[in-house]
Every structure is written in structure tokens, then in C-alpha cells.
């Protein structure tokens, strides 16, 4: 039998959600908790944004980042007004249509946090000044101020190592910037140096090696190192999205793609709400895939993120009781090196030892 979960009741700590836009104000409810990151996107097309209270509001509304634009962040007249304790509110007035035209349909990914105090600055040069973590989902959220320095220690929260990093500057038109532990081609093993590299979520690129993102060096339980590359370390604001894996819950790591339709299996220990996979060998979209779009397996459609595209409904992929099948001979499964990350709805085993289905 399979090991036990950490996280019996995954949609605690994660949430997909579908809603249709109003046009207005309007409440939008569902969540199961108050977020702490939330992420939307137009399946039809237009910009994804990301939110939360970490990073602020200005005036009525809270700060959007486009996951899919190197733009600064912006308050837009319409956007969310308020986070709630099941969802988010929308204002009245000029509606942003990357998020709230009328009769518009609309994906969101949610994640909580919830501890905004104590978080443990051993050894930091940089305190976020502001932050939201959960050490039991392995999940943080940071606002920070960069000193722009070689070899800065920024705080985390997570207690443990993290596996994947997200870091966008809010101030200036810069690239996001990704960590992500199987960045070198390996899950960290030995010799591994997933710290040399980068990606970034906003457009296609593969890996980058420089040393001006995390200075080559590796995150530890209680910082992460930054470069003085201005994507992640300027005298400017910042947000970082930092994860790490959690038994049955999340997991982050490698696969190789074999460029067939009977693709490639990736055991996760949980059945998958979310998984998200690009190539870091070449040019490839940042896909993302949930199981709350359409359908029964294989009908799973791709949403990309890291662009504007209108969802893709091809067979792509099968969600398992314990991981995902790719069915497609193509992105995310050529014959690369690929990096993921999957977040559950229901582990593969809970801690009762009662075994979960396949989708």
C-alpha cells in the first residue's frame, strides 16, 4: 500500500474554480477558503493575473500581475475590491475584461496561506514586508523590498527547502523569473545544480544558466539566495511565490517527454486538481491543466499561461488516482526534459489507508 498523505483534505490549501463574469459588481464564492494567491484567466483568450492581499491594494482595488506580460503591476478600476472568506468581490464601474466581462467564462486557481507573523529571518539580508505562509501546504507568498546586492538572503517561510520560486518585480516592465528544483535536468540528484538556472513564466524560452537570479547558490529550509540581476534583486518591490512539495498534496519534479501518443506516465501520489509543465531544453508553453475544465480523461484541456492563446482542447492527457498520463505526441511531451509541478484533489492514499479513484 501506499504511503499516507500529509494533507487529507487537499481543497483546504488549494482550489480551482470556474465563474462568468458579470460586467460589474459582483461576489464570487466557491473557493472553500480566504486566498491568499489567486489566479485568473479568460479560458477564451486575453491575460492570466495573479492577486492577493500580500501584495497590496491601491485605493479600492487590489494589485494585478500579468503571469503572461513582463508588465508592472497595476490596480484596474473594476478588479477585486475585496478578498473574502470563500472567494473575492468585484466593484462596480469599468469592467476589466481579462477578468469580469459580462457572460464571459472564467478559470481561477487559489491558493492559502494564512501566517503573517513570526516567519524565521536566520541568516536573512532581506525581510519581506510582507508575507502569508503555511509551512503544513508548503506554500508562501512575499512582498519585499530588493537591496540590490550579490548573495542576498530574502526570508521564505516554508520551514523547508523550496522546490519552485516565482519572483516578479512590481515596479518595472521585467520578466518573471522561475526556480524550479529540476531545473538542471535532474530531481536533485547528485551533482545536481538546478540552482544555476532560470526560466521565465512569461513566454516560451527554455533555461537560462546565469548566476544573477540565484547566484548559484541553493535555497535552504530558511532563505532563498538572490542575484543582483534586476528580475529578482534591485532597490525596488518584488512578489515571490515559493512552494515546496508535500506528501499527497504537491509535488514538483522531472520527466522526460517520448514524443508519442501512449506518453509518458508521472507518478505524483495524489490524483491531480492542477499540473503545470513546460520543456526546458527549448522553446515550449508554460501549460497548465485542472480538473475542473470539461471533461473525463483523455478530454483535459490546455490552458497556457504564459501567453494569450484560447484554451486548446486536444486529447492531451489522462488524470490518474495517483499521477498523469500524457496522450500526445507534442508539447508538454515531446522528446525533452520537462519540469512540473501538480497540486491534488484527493491523495492516492489518505491517512485512514482508504485509496482514492481514478478520474
Request: with cysteine; hydrophobic share 35%.
Given at each position: 500500500m501506499a504511503a499516507?498523505?500529509?494533507?487529507?483534505?487537499?481543497?483546504?490549501?488549494?482550489?480551482?474554480?470556474?465563474?462568468?463574469?458579470?460586467?460589474?459588481?459582483?461576489?464570487?464564492?466557491?473557493?472553500?477558503?480566504?486566498?491568499?494567491?489567486?489566479?485568473?484567466?479568460?479560458?477564451?483568450?486575453?491575460?492570466?493575473?495573479?492577486y492577493g492581499p500580500v501584495t497590496g491594494q491601491s485605493g479600492a482595488d487590489f494589485y494585478f500581475v500579468a503571469a503572461n506580460s513582463s508588465n508592472a503591476a497595476s490596480a484596474n478600476n473594476g478588479a477585486v475590491a475585496s478578498i473574502d472568506s470563500d472567494g473575492w468581490t468585484f466593484q462596480s464601474g469599468l469592467a476589466l475584461g481579462n477578468v469580469n466581462t459580462s457572460s464571459a467564462e472564467y478559470m481561477s486557481w487559489n491558493w492559502k496561506a494564512g501566517t503573517t507573523t513570526g516567519i524565521d529571518t536566520t541568516s536573512s539580508t532581506i525581510t519581506p514586508s510582507a508575507y502569508s505562509f503555511n509551512q503544513a501546504a508548503g506554500f508562501s507568498v512575499l512582498k519585499y523590498t530588493g537591496d540590490g546586492l550579490a548573495d542576498a538572503k530574502l526570508a521564505h517561510g516554508l520551514g523547508a527547502v523550496p522546490e519552485m520560486i516565482w519572483i516578479k518585480n512590481l515596479d518595472s516592465v521585467l520578466d518573471w523569473y522561475v526556480y524550479h528544483k529540476?531545473?538542471?535536468?535532474?530531481?536533485?540528484?547528485?551533482?545536481?545544480?538546478?540552482?544555476?538556472y532560470y526560466i521565465t513564466?512569461?513566454?516560451?524560452?527554455?533555461?537560462?544558466?546565469?548566476?544573477?537570479?540565484?547566484?548559484?547558490?541553493?535555497?535552504?529550509?530558511?532563505?532563498?539566495?538572490?542575484?543582483?540581476?534586476?528580475?529578482?534583486?534591485?532597490?525596488?518591490?518584488?512578489?515571490?511565490?515559493?512552494?515546496?512539495?508535500?506528501?499527497?498534496?504537491?509535488?514538483?519534479?522531472?520527466?522526460?517527454?517520448?514524443?508519442?501518443?501512449?506518453?509518458?506516465?508521472?507518478?505524483?501520489?495524489?490524483?491531480?486538481?492542477?499540473?503545470?509543465?513546460?520543456?526546458?531544453?527549448?522553446?515550449?508553453?508554460?501549460?497548465?491543466?485542472?480538473?475542473?475544465?470539461?471533461?473525463?480523461?483523455?478530454?483535459?484541456?490546455?490552458?497556457?499561461?504564459?501567453?494569450?492563446?484560447?484554451?486548446?482542447?486536444?486529447?492531451?492527457?489522462?488524470?490518474?488516482?495517483?499521477?498523469?498520463?500524457?496522450?500526445?505526441?507534442?508539447?508538454?511531451?515531446?522528446?525533452?526534459?520537462?519540469?512540473?509541478?501538480?497540486?491534488?484533489?484527493?491523495?492516492?492514499?489518505?491517512?485512514n489507508g482508504v485509496p482514492t479513484n481514478a478520474r
Open positions: 499516507y498523505t500529509t494533507v487529507d483534505d487537499a481543497g483546504a490549501y488549494f482550489n480551482g474554480l470556474i465563474y462568468t463574469g458579470s460586467g460589474g459588481a459582483q461576489s464570487i464564492t466557491g473557493v472553500g477558503f480566504q486566498l491568499d494567491f489567486g489566479f485568473i484567466r479568460k479560458p477564451s483568450g486575453e491575460y492570466s493575473y495573479l529540476g531545473m538542471d535536468g535532474t530531481a536533485l540528484g547528485p551533482g545536481g545544480s538546478p540552482e544555476d513564466l512569461n513566454g516560451t524560452a527554455a533555461r537560462v544558466d546565469s548566476n544573477g537570479a540565484w547566484y548559484d547558490t541553493a535555497p535552504t529550509s530558511v532563505n532563498i539566495t538572490l542575484g543582483n540581476n534586476t528580475n529578482v534583486n534591485d532597490t525596488e518591490d518584488y512578489v515571490a511565490y515559493c512552494f515546496t512539495g508535500k506528501q499527497g498534496y504537491s509535488k514538483f519534479g522531472v520527466y522526460e517527454g517520448n514524443g508519442n501518443a501512449n506518453g509518458t506516465f508521472v507518478y505524483a501520489g495524489f490524483r491531480p486538481a492542477y499540473i503545470f509543465a513546460t520543456s526546458i531544453d527549448s522553446t515550449s508553453d508554460r501549460d497548465v491543466f485542472d480538473n475542473k475544465r470539461v471533461g473525463i480523461n483523455v478530454d483535459n484541456d490546455l490552458i497556457v499561461i504564459g501567453n494569450t492563446d484560447a484554451t486548446n482542447t486536444s486529447a492531451h492527457v489522462d488524470i490518474l488516482s495517483n499521477g498523469f498520463k500524457w496522450r500526445i505526441s507534442t508539447d508538454p511531451n515531446v522528446a525533452e526534459t520537462y519540469i512540473y509541478a501538480a497540486f491534488a484533489e484527493s491523495p492516492f492514499v489518505n491517512s
